[in-house]
């Protein structure tokens, strides 16, 4: 690890750790929260300094919680950020010596190999302040990503429809609330994703309103797909590929829509979407496995001569998702790939 | 007054050097709490679990090696280990601190404590959260002001190992007191529990519980620290346990207890095969989030986690050699071609030669195996050698930096590499290996503290590293040698046995205290009904049981026969009871078969007790005759031998035409 953590990353390392701090949301909130401060507080000259105090930092978060990746993805959006500000405040002091708008397109072409190697060492004034509007912008964006999922919520769901989900994500949760409210006769089946069966909790949390809501152990998927008409689960984060690293069952959800051809719509804002390929070298590392005693009891017999897994998530593979549907609109797992080249540059995949 | 309540801070007390003795030669050097399990260090896994509860001021108590101790937590400070976030650490301590009641003399004394407080040892491996249990333990204490601590254990399968955790309690079901407690034996099975009769006169409700481990963590009320110092016999924490339970009203002071819920584990390190075992819970993730691979105790995570529970360090090399289950590789380490590790730890910058076999081994940092060694059950300490070809096995603990020669085979020793001032040297190795006496008469302090009755330690001495034997009874098991023996002192207990037991029981005291012959029919009658028990069977297990009585098995001037008359006179209408038709004097003959087997008196007077029985018409002849008849040729010679007088002239008595031939069947 190359530098120190700062106190607030230490900070938030722990929160998450003990479990302070949970749920996507909640902790690319605080990330943002930390990493404005660090462009805030710290001391820095030039936008190279910064980008190496924020790419450390990320890499730090990243190596300690390796399993929550909104916290890299969120200082990859900081690192696109400051290159897009610095290039911003450059071309306008430039653009009296040199007229950009004059130049022929063999110029336009060309001049990208040379924009590689922009030296950012260049102190340049007001990047800070236009930096920490911008920080501003994502954090408006943050809070409003759940809204506008919600908004879509009419688009895809029709009255008297029968609509499967998996556990509990928020998104869902919010949702499903919205079509609820909007829509008459629906049916929501949940399942209840043991051992945590966090499903219950949705359940609990739905029941309120006019709604026919089922909860189903994880076993009965398959027998009750037949007469689903939509599929709508959430996801922990979304891979470059498309494919999703979501609640373990997800998967069983996704092949059983398959072999009924039920659509499967999942719900992504987008700093979820991280640059990431599930590769094979570590491929168990990408999973988490929790707590043996999830699954069996410490006291019974068999505890001591089992070997007990209990993963936490599954890998969907993109061509078994039909929908994603983030805070900007609707994709096709196919174009993740686009979506990934907006959102980061591609120098700052690794971190 | 109610902001100050708010604002209250939950402390903690980490003791760190207890039970000194039981972790040599590790103990001699350094504290125990500095013990590293699975890589990280006793201490870090006590202060991170108390970091996760939400505790913010902890106060490390040591006496012996103060120093190391507080260097310890300077450098864990320094390097940002999670437990340093948000929780203030003080190491105290104080010389000439011999015993757990002195360290919490000397903490009341310096009165820190200020309120309720959280009390473990550092070498407590746990997962809870104790704020639930805390808050538990604040309302009791409203209720009750008495209360001077709430006990924390765990439910688990506690098999046929025993670890010297093991406790047994007798505990109210509606408000969690502690009424009863025991310590399980180290060796060997307990074949009776002393209750008191008090615990269940005075509560309704009464829990046993047997199947707990004892990981010594508890909330205490600052009460607690006064009992010990008005209580100066009070040495370790049994001691306050037992001598609260007994002066309950004297002290005005009770105790609770709290079980872990699932998902929270706890146990506690004090020999190497606790070592061995948490080990293991904490590579099969029992302890979940304090498993190698989420970083315990440090920002970066040191794991890749792999399939069968491997923890791989990216910073290691392992080259074409098997990592089967349950190994930890930390970073630096070097594996060789064609080892196999499995069930295993090894430290930071080890080298693991080529060719080798490790299971159950755990290697601290620095260790270097030569080719060829086979580890099994065996722990080595910080930068020691091992010799190509050795064989290290069976709970062999080999000390920091000693040096073992080559080919060396080495059984359940203790290896230093220099001879301290108080050890027994038994054999020398080389320069920097000697064999050391592990003292195993000088535990008996260990096993006293539980009843008074439980005989000193022996030759088995303090848990080693072992193989922990399967639980299944399954033949596909491979089952070690000292298994099988623990196999056969415990019989199958299944309802026959229970049955037979309780008829001999019952007939036992029906003959001592001369009781009404039908008030032991009805007995045996209900256990028959409780047990489910065919008629046959019942006939059967009547007369073995008959058979079986004291005064059978040992006769007074080993005249069996006399024994035999004494007891039918008393328990004859019992027998007779039973023992109508035909088919049941058969049984009767059939246990009397068994009796022979058993008994050697009855075995040399088999023919005249048949008589004895014939002369009472407890059976007849017809019955007689058919069961000889019924006895195979080979496998009761002796008997038919016995028995052939008997038939013949039961025969002739019988002035019926038959055949004297009775070899022809």
């Not at chain 1, 130049?103 to 990208?112: E, P, W």
């Not at chain 2, 006169?201 to 607690?224: F, K, R, T, Y």
């Not at chain 2, 370790?236 to 998902?263: A, K």
């Not at chain 2, 302090?445 to 299944?472: M, N, R």
Request: proline share 3%; hydrophobic share 40%.
């Amino acid at each position: 690890m190359k530098g120190h953590p700062t106190k607030e990353v230490t900070q938030l390392i722990h929160e998450i750790k003990i479990g302070n701090v949970e749920g996507s949301y909640n902790i690319t909130a605080k990330t943002l929260q930390v990493f404005k401060k660090i462009i805030n507080g710290q001391r820095w000259t030039n936008a190279d300094e910064l980008m190496n105090l924020v790419r450390t930092q990320g890499h730090i978060l990243q190596s300690a919680i390796p399993q929550e990746t909104v916290t890299a993805n969120i200082a990859r959006r900081i690192l696109k950020l400051i290159r897009e500000e610095f290039d911003l405040l450059k071309a306008k002091v430039h653009q009296f010596t040199d007229d950009q708008a004059s130049m022929s397109l063999h110029k336009l072409v060309t001049q990208t190999s040379n924009d590689v190697s922009v030296d950012y060492t260049e102190p340049q004034q007001g990047l800070r302040e236009a930096l920490l509007d911008h920080l501003q912008e994502m954090e408006t964006e943050l809070e409003t990503s759940s809204e506008n999922i919600c908004a879509q919520a009419e688009e895809h769901i029709h009255s008297s429809e029968v609509i499967l989900t998996l556990g509990h994500s928020r998104s869902v949760e919010n949702f499903l609330k919205r079509a609820v409210k909007k829509r008459q006769f629906l049916t929501i089946i949940i399942a209840e994703c043991a051992p945590d069966c966090r499903g219950h909790n949705l359940a609990a949390s739905l029941a309120t309103g006019n709604v026919e809501i089922i909860v189903i152990p994880d076993s009965a998927i398959f027998a009750m797909m037949s007469r689903v008409n939509k599929v709508i689960i959430g996801t922990h984060s979304v891979l470059a590929n498309g494919g999703l690293r979501a609640a373990c069952g997800s998967y069983t959800v996704a092949l059983a829509a398959k072999h009924y051809s039920v659509p499967v719509i999942v719900l992504s804002p987008m700093y979820k979407l991280s640059p990431l390929h599930l590769c094979s070298i570590e491929q168990d590392a990408f999973n988490l496995v929790g707590c043996a005693e999830d699954v069996i009891e410490y006291d019974s017999l068999a505890s001591h001569s089992a070997k007990v897994y209990s993963p936490i998530f599954d890998y969907v593979p993109p061509e078994l998702v039909t929908l994603f549907i983030s805070n900007i609109g609707g994709h096709a797992p196919s174009y993740v790939y686009r979506l990934l080249t907006e959102l980061y540059n591609p120098e700052d995949y690794e971190m | 007054m109610n902001q100050f309540e708010k604002k209250e801070v939950i402390q903690a007390v980490l003791i760190a050097d207890n039970n000194v003795e039981q972790l040599r030669p590790f103990s001699d050097k350094n504290s125990t709490a500095l013990l590293p399990l699975v890589n990280v260090c006793l201490l870090d896994y006590a202060l991170d679990a108390l970091n996760r509860s939400g505790i913010e001021e902890v106060f490390v108590y040591s006496s012996l090696y103060l120093q190391s101790v507080r260097e310890h937590i300077k450098e864990g400070i320094a390097s940002l280990s999670s437990w340093s976030v948000n929780m203030t650490v003080h190491v105290i301590g104080g010389e000439g601190c011999r015993c757990f009641g002195d360290a919490m003399r000397d903490l009341d004394a310096k009165a820190l404590i200020r309120g309720n407080f959280i009390l473990l040892g550092a070498d407590a491996v746990t997962n809870a959260d104790l704020r639930p249990i805390f808050e538990q333990h604040k309302k009791t204490v409203k209720y009750d002001k008495g209360a001077a601590a709430t006990l924390i254990f765990k439910e688990a399968a506690t098999c046929n190992v025993r670890t010297g955790n093991e406790v047994m309690i007798a505990v109210d079901r509606q408000n969690n007191r502690l009424h009863h407690h025991q310590r399980l034996r180290l060796h060997g099975k307990e074949s009776h529990f002393e209750v008191p009769l008090e615990v269940f006169l005075h509560n309704s409700e009464v829990s046993l519980l047997h199947n707990l481990i004892d990981p010594q963590i508890a909330i205490g009320s600052p009460s607690m620290l006064s009992l010990f110092s008005d209580n100066f016999d009070f040495e370790t924490r049994d001691d306050f346990v037992r001598g609260i339970l007994i002066n309950e009203e004297i002290l005005d002071s009770r105790i609770y207890v709290s079980l872990l819920p699932r998902g929270q584990y706890a146990r506690k390190v004090n020999n190497w095969l606790t070592y061995c075992m948490v080990s293991q819970d904490v590579m099969n993730r029992w302890a979940y989030p304090l498993v190698p691979d989420m970083g315990i105790n440090c920002l970066a995570q040191q794991y890749v986690y792999l399939k069968n529970n491997i923890y791989k360090s990216r910073k290691s090399t392992v080259i074409k050699a098997a990592l089967r289950e349950n190994v930890a590789v930390q970073a630096g380490s070097h594996v060789e071609a064609g080892t196999s590790v499995s069930c295993s730890v090894i430290g930071k910058n080890c080298k693991i030669g080529k060719n080798c076999v490790l299971v159950n081994a755990f290697l601290m940092d620095g260790v270097h195996v030569a080719d060829g060694c086979k580890l099994d059950c065996c722990v080595i300490g910080v930068g020691a050698k091992v010799g190509a070809g050795s064989a290290l096995t069976e709970g062999t603990v080999v000390d920091a930096k000693s040096v073992i020669p080559s080919g060396k085979v080495l059984k359940n020793v203790i290896i230093k590499c220099a001879l301290g001032e108080d050890d027994d040297l038994v054999e020398k190795l080389g320069e920097q290996a000697f064999i050391i006496d592990d003292k195993q008469d000088t535990q008996s302090t260990y096993a006293s503290d539980s009843e008074d009755d439980v005989p000193p330690t022996t030759a088995t001495g303090i848990p080693k590293v072992a193989k922990l034997p399967p639980i299944c009874d399954e033949s596909d098991y491979t089952s070690s040698s000292d298994e099988d023996e623990s196999r056969a002192v415990t019989p199958l207990v299944d309802d026959t046995n229970i049955f037979l037991a309780e008829v001999m029981d019952s007939l036992a005291r029906g003959f001592q205290e001369k009781s009404n012959p039908d008030f032991l029919i009805l007995e045996i009658n209900s256990s028959r009904y409780a047990y489910n028990m065919s008629l046959k069977e019942v006939n059967f297990y009547v007369v073995k049981a008959i058979f079986s009585l004291e005064d059978i098995k040992e006769p007074a001037n080993q005249n069996v026969l006399v024994a035999i008359n004494n007891i039918l006179k008393q328990l004859g209408p019992v027998m007779s009871n039973y023992i109508k038709t035909e088919d049941a004097m058969l049984d009767c003959l059939r246990a009397l078969e068994d009796i022979c087997e058993e008994n050697e008196y009855v075995r040399a007077k088999i023919s005249k007790v048949v008589h004895y029985l014939y002369d009472k018409d407890f059976v007849s002849e017809d019955a007689i005759i058919s069961w000889y008849a019924q006895l195979d040729v080979d496998e009761h010679r002796t008997l038919r031998q016995s028995l052939k007088e008997l038939i013949e002239w039961l025969n002739q008595s019988s002035e019926e035409e038959d055949d004297d031939d009775d070899e022809s069947d």
